[in-house]
């Protein structure tokens, strides 16, 4: 049998809603029944105490995506608050789907621990945000799944260490990933994938792969080098106003991608004998044979 482990696919919604719990819910049903993933990922952030006032108070980098005057605005008009990711955790439940969440800050964090999910998620931006690390290794249960994105080799070394002194490294998930939306197909560097798996395979939970790229092939072959869990943005239409829309996939892209995870899955083993029985068959049929 192939030691390869069973495909995990997550759909991050992020803040692919629109600010929307009615739009929220619809992507969650869409992405249990349809696209027959395994998990729906948000984000939280408590934007106060994540920006400065600067940043806060600044327009959005790029006004058409903008849902309010300032970024702070934008930021806030996308936020659920505590309450209604309890009813989105609740309401994946229902429909057998794993609900989880990116935490930015330590308020975020504390929130979303408090709902127990099974996983949280740390993005990239803040896997070197050890205040919320520590809080989260030493009050919260479930697995951390970290991105590695604008992250150095040395930093991730840290990162993982830090894990192993709070004795949490058999819970972390460490996701390849390159930070940028869309990110062309050169800048993927997928075989960082086995780095990390030959770093640390022996040392954390899984190796992921987070992807902001265009299609799902990379995707199929970030599972064959050996991440077993594949994370990519969703949304309902590539058209809407946001910065996530363009580098995610739509419904019919999501579950061709859930599909396709699982066929390789299968696919991915050695011949158990040197002719399979279904070859038995043609073989008698259509085999040469000598005079």
Sequence with gaps: MSNYKAPYTIAEIGGNHKGDMEIAKEMIKVAAIFCKVDAVK???????????????????PNPINSYGDTYGAHREFLEFDVNQHAELKAFCEELGITY?????????????????????KIPSACNNHYEMLGWLCENYNGEIHCSTGMTTRDEIEELVQ?????????DLVLYNCTSGYPVPFPDVCLLDIKTLIEKYGDRVKHIGFSGHHLGIAVDVAAYTLGANIVERHYTLDRTWKGTDHSASLEPAGMRKLARDLRAVHQALDYKGTDILPIEQVQRDKLKYRKA
Excluded: C, M
Excluded at 100 to 120: R, Y
Excluded at 164 to 170: L, P, V
């Design 42 to 60: 948000f984000q939280k952030r408590h934007n106060i105490e994540l920006l400065t006032k600067e940043q806060y108070e600044a327009p959005h």
């Design 100 to 120: 989880a969440t990116s935490v930015w800050d330590t308020t975020s964090a504390k929130e979303i621990a408090g709902l127990h999910p099974e996983f949280i």
């Design 162 to 170: 830090f894990f192993e002194k709070h004795n949490r490294g058999k």
